[in-house]
């Protein structure tokens, strides 16, 4: 069969390990990089030795019949744009996060992508990194029982190292801490507690940065629809290394990162067991299992199925992040969901 023409999209920080993973799909070839600075694109091109056509009009790449997919890996604010246009192109899409940080943009975008009934995927990776999914098997085999508590935390100190590191700060670029980050962590919940999220009271506070704009440190409590409660924070200005936290809690038994206690399973257990698996404990895109993400992309492509971190999902979760930034800023009161009408 012939393969799926790729363009990526913005060369960032993040595009390197999208181009890596395409690379490595049998049913893909990446045909064009593009940027609005044609030194980068050449640049990342040179760098993963890919020979591959370079352009910087977004909307060329749009014209070409030999592109199926786009990736698109440009700054925050860009994102809603150039999924619509990629959308009414018809051209499946994967879109790093966040995808859009106001309501405007996410129903505008929900609607774009709904009409052309292209493919999309948000990018959550750790979907496919080997300790979500231990977790997500635990809970949908029932080893956990029903899951009526849940905490996740997105804790990643950000600063100048970070290539993003200007614009991620502002609000205008970056959004807020939950739009940035915390979103992951906001997605991984919503995953393992496998409910939708009715209301959210949250509060922010700045303990020590001044460079952000918003609020870097962020908690946020969750009610969910079946009954379960949960907890989110984030925060960028935690002085230590990258921290993932995910704790759930079911009738038979809990997670605590790398630990699982379960009596049901381990008779006699005395005291948390580790899990032997790979955590997600590095910020480092390098870390990020981009090759599940894209062979996944691809086989929904190839199967003509809907993934189940698709446009219209991440914007759920992209609605619970609103919703919190929105408690926070009026001092924790509750905010219902949903924010859009379906």
Known sequence: MAKLGVAVHGAGWVSGEHIKAYLRNPYTEIRVISSRREASARARAEECELAC????????????????IISICTPNHLHPSETMAAAEAGKNILIEKPVAMNLKDLKEMRDAVRKAKVKTVVSFVLHWNPF???????IDDGTLGKIFFAETDYFHEIGKWYSGYEWSRTKEMGGSAMLFGGCHAIDAIRWF????VIEVTAYSTRGHRQDFEYEPSVVAILKFANGAIGKVGCSFE???PYVFNVFVHGTKGSVRNEKLYCLSKFPGQKGFITIPTIMPDSGDVSHHPFQGEIDHLVDCILKNEESHVNLDDAIKTHEVALAIDMSAEQGGKPIKLPLIED
């Open 193 to 196: 507690v496998g409910s939708e």
């Open 132 to 138: 979500f999914q231990t977790v997500k098997s635990l």
């Open 238 to 240: 935690i002085d230590m």
């Open 53 to 68: 056509d370079i352009c910087t009009d977004f909307d060329e790449v749009l014209k070409r019949d030999d592109i199926d």
